[in-house]
């Protein structure tokens, strides 16, 4: 049976929980078999009345007619109330509709027993969790998680559990020490996970004016995954902040190296460098260096903005042509483009090229998706909204130009 309670633990997505539905009336089946056996050995048949019911709200969660699987499983146990697996999957069948307070009271039901099986009550205590997460009580989920987990520290998917809250709790540093503790018990790529929940450390040190233990916190995520992103993205932040304008200029080039898809992340920390620098010779050396490894369109766009600073008009338009003959839809281009021709007097070219914006407008440049679930976020995130991974959002393809500009 405990496979059982394995497939109910699984998050209430549609198509899982169809999954987990079906795999739970295949699971009944089998422990109402294996009962019926016990019971004739023991002498204690379970009343036919009780059965039929039982039968009956499984044909109904196979057919998804969960209304009435609950009305019949909720027969089935006012004949039989020992039937502890028709009380979890009415627990779960309350909880997918929603119902979290009867969900609730269902778990306390089981645990209450006093003759339990300690695997079963430590399964109802984790259901009772999920049951909290479900109705938006993080707290409360979160202590009944860390029951699990004290009664099996082994527990991972408790771990997993308690990790997601303190993640959306924003409480990163317990988010880091959990995850640690799963690392040591699961085998898997933990290592990007850790360095984000250290960025994510830093981030609130950094928000709080403590720059050294923000440093810290950046250099400890880059040393924990070097292909940390954000980790370098944050620290070049810091150093630029501090006017060490070198020391950040080289941090950010770091993600160029290593991890050359997310090199437009980098050339846009140094749009805000035009206005502050007073020598821009770290950013000219860095973008012919990037452009001497990657001539891509964002590159392109990224010279495009220096020479206009750097007062060359015709050189940034002819970087800004190379880059939408990379890249027809680099709406971006398009508009800097607009601005550069408006701001030189040029009313009518600069019409033309918004013109030409508009038409690409319906067509983001940059697109990104989750590799992981599929969903579509406007902008890169590092932990997808949906899905609660990390590092599954990428770039996609737009139009056929981003991939072969890169
Ligand atoms: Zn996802």
Redesign the pocket.
Same mark, same amino acid.
């Given at each position: 049976m405990q496979s059982l309670w394995q497939w109910f633990v699984l998050p209430g997505t549609q198509q899982i929980l169809l999954a987990a539905i079906i795999a739970l009336a295949i699971g009944l089946i089998i422990g109402w078999g294996i009962r019926r056996n016990k019971g004739l050995r023991l002498k204690k048949a379970i009343p036919d009345k009780g059965d039929k019911s039982f039968f009956k709200g499984i044909q109904y969660i196979l057919s998804n007619d969960h209304d009435q699987a609950i009305e019949e499983f909720t027969k089935s146990v006012q004949v039989n109330s020992d039937t502890i697996e028709t009380y979890v999957a009415l627990g779960n069948l309350y909880r997918s509709k929603g119902d979290i307070d009867r969900a609730i009271r269902i778990r306390q039901n089981i645990i209450l027993r006093p003759t339990i099986d300690k695997q079963i009550a430590l399964q109802a205590l984790f259901d009772l969790g999920l049951d909290y997460r479900k109705g938006g009580f993080l707290n409360r989920a979160l202590s009944t998680f860390q029951k699990v987990g004290q009664k099996d520290p082994s527990n991972v998917k408790a771990l997993q559990e308690i990790e997601r809250i303190y993640e959306e709790l924003k409480d990163w540093e317990n988010a880091f020490l959990t995850r640690a503790k799963i690392s040591r018990l699961a085998k898997g790529d933990h290592d990007h996970i850790l360095a984000h929940h250290l960025v994510e450390v830093g981030k609130l040190h950094q928000q709080r004016g403590e720059l050294s233990e923000a440093n810290s916190s950046f250099n400890k995520a880059i040393s924990t995954h070097k292909e940390c992103v954000d980790a370098y993205l944050h620290l070049g932040d810091l150093y630029f902040a501090n006017q060490e304008y070198k020391k950040a200029i080289s941090t950010w080039k770091k993600v160029v190296e290593k991890v050359p898809q997310f090199t437009f992340l980098a050339y846009r920390r140094l749009e805000g460098a035009y206005s502050r620098m007073q020598n821009l010779k770290p950013v000219e050396d860095f973008l012919k260096e990037c452009s001497e490894l990657n001539s891509d369109a964002f590159t392109h766009l990224a010279l495009a903005r220096y020479l206009y600073n750097e007062n060359d008009i015709e050189g940034a338009l002819t970087e800004i042509s190379s880059a939408l003959e990379l890249a027809p839809t680099f709406w971006e281009a398009r508009r800097f483009k607009g601005e550069i021709l408006l701001a030189q007097g040029k009313e009518d070219e600069a019409l033309a090229a918004y013109r030409e914006l508009i038409q690409q407008l319906s067509m983001p440049y940059l697109r990104f998706q !989750?590799k &992981? %679930?599929g969903?579509l976020p406007k902008e890169l995130q590092w932990q %997808?909204p &949906? !899905?609660k991974?990390w590092d599954?959002i990428d770039l996609i393809n737009s139009g056929g130009t981003l991939i072969e500009a890169q």
């Open positions: !989750c &992981q %679930c969903f %997808c &949906q !899905c991974n599954t």
